[in-house]
C-alpha cells in the first residue's frame, strides 16, 4: 500500500504539532508539510503535491474555507479534510460546497482523525457523527418549513393579515379597529388561521411566523 502524504495546516502552532504527532505515528502516513497560514498552505501544497490536506477552518486573513476554494479553483486534485469547533451544518454545508472531502470537530478522538484522514485519502467522504446528526436534524426542520409554507399557501390575504395582528400580540379587538371589521369577523378569520396552519396557541403561531420570518411584513 502506498503511503499517504499530508500536509497539516493550523494557525496555532501547538495545534499543528499535536495533530502531527498523531498522524506521523499511523501506519502508511507521513506529513510531509505544516503551514501556519492559508497563503503558506496553498504554496506549499504545490511544493509537495500532498495527497491529503488537515485543514483549519477558522484562521485571519484566509480561512480554511477559501483556502478550500483557492485549491479547486487552481485544479489541485489533493483531497481536503476540514477541522471545525462547530458542529452547525451551514458551516458543515458551506465547507462541503467549497470543495472540502470531509469534515471533522476537533474535539474529535485521536482514533478517529487518522480514520478520517484514510477514509478522505481513499477517494470517499468523511463525516463524523455527531455532523451527519446535525446536518440530519438541520434537513428535517427545513422539510417541516417547507411544510409549514405549504400549510401558509392555504390562508386568503385577509387571514394572512389577521395571522400577523395576532403574532404582532394584537387583541382581537385591536386588530377589528385597524381592519375596520367586527370583532366576531376577527374571530372567525384567527379561528380558521389557527385550524389552517394546525396551530394550537398564539405561541405556536408566533414562532411559526418567526421561523418563516413573516416579522417584517407585519402590519403597524
Known amino acids: 500500500?502506498?503511503?499517504?502524504?499530508?500536509?497539516?495546516?493550523?494557525?496555532?502552532?501547538?495545534?499543528?504539532?499535536?495533530?502531527?504527532?498523531?498522524?506521523?505515528?499511523?501506519e502508511g502516513v507521513e506529513v510531509v508539510a505544516d503551514a501556519g497560514s492559508g497563503a503558506e498552505a496553498i504554496r506549499l501544497v504545490d511544493e509537495t503535491s500532498p495527497d491529503v490536506v488537515v485543514l483549519d477552518v477558522n484562521m485571519p486573513e484566509m480561512d480554511g474555507l477559501e483556502v478550500t476554494r483557492t485549491l479547486r479553483e487552481a485544479?489541485?486534485?489533493?483531497?481536503?479534510?476540514?477541522?471545525?469547533?462547530?458542529?452547525?451544518?451551514?458551516?458543515?454545508l458551506e465547507a462541503l460546497r467549497a470543495g472540502a472531502d470531509g469534515y471533522l470537530l476537533k474535539d474529535a478522538d485521536p482514533s478517529e482523525l487518522r480514520e478520517a484522514v484514510q477514509v478522505v485519502g481513499s477517494g470517499k467522504e468523511y463525516l463524523s457523527d455527531r455532523v451527519t446528526h446535525q446536518l440530519s436534524i438541520a434537513l428535517r426542520a427545513e422539510l417541516e418549513r417547507d411544510k409549514q409554507r405549504g400549510r401558509l399557501e392555504r390562508l386568503t390575504p385577509r387571514e394572512?393579515?389577521?395571522?400577523?395582528?395576532?403574532?404582532?400580540?394584537?387583541?382581537?379587538?385591536?386588530?377589528?379597529?385597524?381592519l375596520g371589521i367586527s370583532?366576531?369577523?376577527?374571530?372567525?378569520?384567527?379561528?380558521?388561521?389557527m385550524a389552517k396552519l394546525r396551530m394550537r396557541s398564539v405561541a405556536d403561531l408566533t414562532r411559526f411566523v418567526v421561523e418563516l420570518e413573516l416579522e417584517g411584513e407585519a402590519p403597524d
Do not use: F
Open 183 to 193: 370583532h366576531r369577523t376577527v374571530e372567525t378569520h384567527r379561528e380558521r388561521v
Open 75 to 92: 485544479g489541485r486534485d489533493c483531497r481536503i479534510l476540514i477541522l471545525s469547533m462547530h458542529d452547525n451544518p451551514e458551516y458543515v
Open 160 to 178: 394572512r393579515e389577521v395571522m400577523l395582528h395576532v403574532a404582532s400580540g394584537k387583541t382581537s379587538r385591536e386588530i377589528a379597529e385597524v
Open 1 to 26: 500500500m502506498s503511503t499517504l502524504k499530508l500536509m497539516v495546516v493550523d494557525d496555532h502552532a501547538v495545534v499543528r504539532q499535536g495533530i502531527r504527532a498523531v498522524l506521523d505515528g499511523s
